[in-house]
């Protein structure tokens, strides 16, 4: 009987690269399910368009608009990366592979790292969205910006290692900074926990958020934490960021009230997927408009350029993760983000009252 992960990897690896490098891709697979770290691992769209990828982008400036994930993976799992990059590279097809970042103690962190290799290091726009794939033309619409964690996660299995695990702690902390949680056991993993490990908080009355500060969730101090945690932003209770959030416990009414029909979240939306009309769906209980939302990355900008203090992007980050699911089994690439509006990072760390914990 035909393996289905084979099947799935068809027409591409099976038919493009043969089938020795096909039982490699399959294999690669296997490990990530053994693993629990998910059934597919590149977009649909990879295997059903021969020859159209060129370029596999890790984006150095994904992370929330605080975090430490990313530096201290390249630091302590710099090898993991550059295997996982090639592996990538051999069984998708892709011509080329490499870094972006607009941060430069991470730039030159990577060049180090990437020195007499193929594996390119590109400096990105200072700005968020951040958008590797637009910076470094012209991959138009032929580029994969994968991230971080799942490259070395790749490495790791390929070296038959335990895939590392880091969370960033940061925000109101003594010592922020990314735990490695490898070795630890997830079944105390808590943000009272994990703040302690950091030195404590200067602020008596905090509140975690886990995911980072434009989509994450508000997370009970001593409740257990998702066993993948990546992010845990602590905030001091009084934070403007959570008085907007509990504003919107009822958004429907807020929304009504508040929206100003501005347009201005649909102007920064990189996806160009109109948010201002799904939050006016929401505010008259409406049915969100189809269209929109498939395509939405849960960038968060539309939080950020909103005047009315709603947070677009956590409203709607529910009904898009239902979505998200048949973005990945499409058969064509998502179109390149169009862009036209980014915000400086300094702009967007002081519209989010974050720049005193700036690293
Ligand atoms: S979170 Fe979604 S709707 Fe909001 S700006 Fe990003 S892509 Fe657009
Ligand atoms: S930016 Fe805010 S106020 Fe303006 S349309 Fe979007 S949700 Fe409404």
């Given at each position: ?44 769209w990879i295997d059903a368009r ?102 070395v996660q790749v490495g790791a ?201 700036q690293h």
């Amino acid at each position: 009987m035909p393996d289905p992960l084979h099947r799935s990897l068809s027409p591409f690896l099976s038919q493009q690269l043969g089938e020795e490098r096909a039982q490699a891709a399959v294999a690669l697979q296997k490990l990530l399910q053994s693993a629990g770290l998910g059934e597919s691992l590149w977009p649909r769209w990879i295997d059903a368009r021969p020859g159209l990828l060129s370029t596999i982008w890790i984006d150095g400036d994904a992370e929330p608009p605080l975090g430490l994930t990313m530096p201290a993976l390249c630091v302590r799992y710099g090898e993991l990366l550059k295997d996982g990059l090639a592996a990538l590279k051999l069984l998708l097809g892709a011509k080329e592979v490499g870094f972006c970042t607009s941060k430069p103690a991470l730039q030159a962190e990577l060049e180090r790292l990437c020195a007499r290799t193929t594996i390119l290091v590109r400096t990105s726009l200072m700005a968020f969205p951040s958008q590797p794939e637009l910076d470094a033309r012209p991959q138009r619409g032929r580029a994969w910006v994968v991230p971080v964690e799942r490259v070395v996660q790749v490495g790791a299995l390929i070296l038959k290692r335990p895939p590392p695990q880091l969370c960033s702690v940061v925000g109101a902390v003594a010592l922020p900074q990314a735990l490695d949680l490898t070795d630890d056991d997830p079944s105390v993993w808590t943000p009272r926990e994990l703040l302690r490990r950091c030195g404590g908080s200067p602020v008596a009355a905090w509140v975690a958020l886990v995911g980072g500060a434009l989509t994450g969730t508000p997370w009970s101090a001593d409740a257990k934490l998702p066993r993948d945690v990546s992010h845990l932003l602590i905030l001091p209770a009084d934070h403007e960021l959570l008085t907007r959030r509990r504003l919107l416990q009822d958004p429907h009414a807020r929304i009504a009230n508040a929206c100003l029909s501005c347009d201005l979240c649909s102007a920064f939306c990189p996806e160009s997927i109109q948010p201002h009309l799904s939050m006016q769906a929401l505010g008259r209980q409406q049915p969100l408009p189809p269209a929109g939302l498939p395509g939405c990355s849960g960038c968060g900008a539309c939080s950020v350029a909103c005047p009315a203090g709603l947070l677009p992007a956590s409203l709607l980050a529910g009904p898009r993760g239902s979505w998200q699911a048949t973005m990945d089994a499409s058969d064509e690439p998502p179109p390149l983000p169009i862009g036209r509006l980014r915000i400086p990072t300094e702009l967007l760390l002081s519209r989010l009252g974050l720049l005193a914990y700036q690293h």
